[in-house]
């Protein structure tokens, strides 16, 4: 008989212990872990789970001193830029993928940077792409610079908000994508007089734009991020309205809206996986990171999420971006102040869980 009770009893143990180890991969950390906040581990998740959050990203969290608004991923370089702002803070650091810390950026040529991009991350000479919303003498504009952050080229007048296509003028500029053509697409409008989608060429001519402020199809009401996937559709998360739209990037026509995931708060980021399957999207006031099904070429439909991080409150996540060749997920968090790394995993058996 003893031998049998030992016998439950470890095998009670090791459940207990499987059970734990299963809650800690979908649900975040039970408990406290050295040198990270509580807002560092409190997550959780929703739907089937696809990423976990890496708790040594960075090495040195203590770097971030300014307002986390935007992180840019360099799959091959291996190197994360994180756009902050503050006063007297640097406004861009740059990590390792693996969390190491390399520099950080003291130009005086960034006021306050909202979203940040990594162009040409294949070729030999990749740019950095940050847009500004101050409003000072370098605000209202967008700016191209290299990887250790000497000023390449701006876009639009700085230091003045403006409407003009000629000469291009900027009033908070949001975001900028720009393809592998060398097309860009630019939303203009973070609050300011403007709520703009516009398609450049490479050559910076005009090619399309979408420019009213309203509720309807193909109107805005402060458009903040934009993505273009690989059927050329141009994906806008239209923030006032709550809702994303999608454009033909071919000719800039309305192919459809999603609406009914974002009936209790606005989509901030959008951005897609590398394999494809889902979109990204950020709300910043519910403090959640949705997973969303890409539909397939020639369906826009109805939006459905598939997953959800549930961040603590008061995170305050803003713009994401993916590493392209290792599918994780990068996320600048304002009301944290900081920015977090999530990795996709995959369960050795399927595991659905409830979403609320």
Not at 111 to 118: A, K, Q, Y
Not at 256 to 269: E, L, N, Q, R, V
């Amino acid at each position: 008989m003893p031998m049998k009770r030992r016998g439950h009893a470890c095998l009670l143990a090791c459940s207990m212990g499987s059970l734990v180890l299963l809650m800690m991969v979908l649900y975040g950390p039970l408990g406290p872990q050295p040198g990270s906040s509580s807002l560092r581990q409190d997550y959780q998740l929703r739907g089937r789970p696809l990423y976990k959050l890496d708790l040594g990203w960075p090495r040195n969290p203590e770097l971030f001193t300014g307002d986390v608004f935007a992180v840019a991923v360099d799959q091959h370089a291996g190197v994360v830029y994180v756009a902050q702002r503050g006063d007297n803070v640097p406004k861009v650091l740059l990590f390792t993928t693996e969390g190491d810390f390399l520099m950080s950026w003291n130009t005086t040529t960034l006021e306050m940077p909202h979203g940040i991009f990594l162009a040409d991350a294949a070729s030999s000479n990749p740019t950095v792409w940050i847009t500004d919303v101050g409003n000072g003498p370098y605000g209202h504009c967008i700016k191209q610079y290299t990887p250790s952050g000497k000023l390449l080229q701006v876009l639009g007048t700085p230091g003045k908000a403006g409407s003009t296509l000629n000469p291009l003028q900027f009033d908070q500029p949001a975001e900028i994508f720009i393809h592998s053509s060398g097309e860009m697409y630019i939303v203009d409008g973070d609050g300011g007089m403007n709520n703009r989608l516009i398609k450049l060429s490479k050559d910076l001519e005009v090619l399309w734009m979408h420019g009213e402020k309203g509720r309807g199809l193909a109107q805005f009401y402060i458009p903040h991020s934009v993505t273009v996937d690989n059927a050329l559709r141009v994906w806008v998360a239209d923030r006032g309205n709550k809702r994303i739209q999608v454009f033909n990037s071919n000719t800039g026509d309305w192919l459809g809206t999603w609406g009914s995931c974002f009936t209790k708060d606005a989509p901030y980021s959008v951005r897609l996986t590398p394999d494809r399957k889902y979109f990204v999207v950020v709300q910043l006031n519910t403090n959640q990171i949705s997973l969303l099904d890409a539909p397939p070429v020639g369906l826009i439909g109805q939006c459905k999420v598939v997953s959800v991080i549930q961040l603590a409150d008061e995170v305050k996540p803003h713009l994401v971006d993916l590493d392209l060749k290792t599918g994780a997920l990068y996320v600048a968090e304002i009301g944290a102040q900081q920015a977090q790394k999530f990795t996709p995993f995959s369960l050795e058996f399927p595991v659905e869980l409830h979403l609320a």
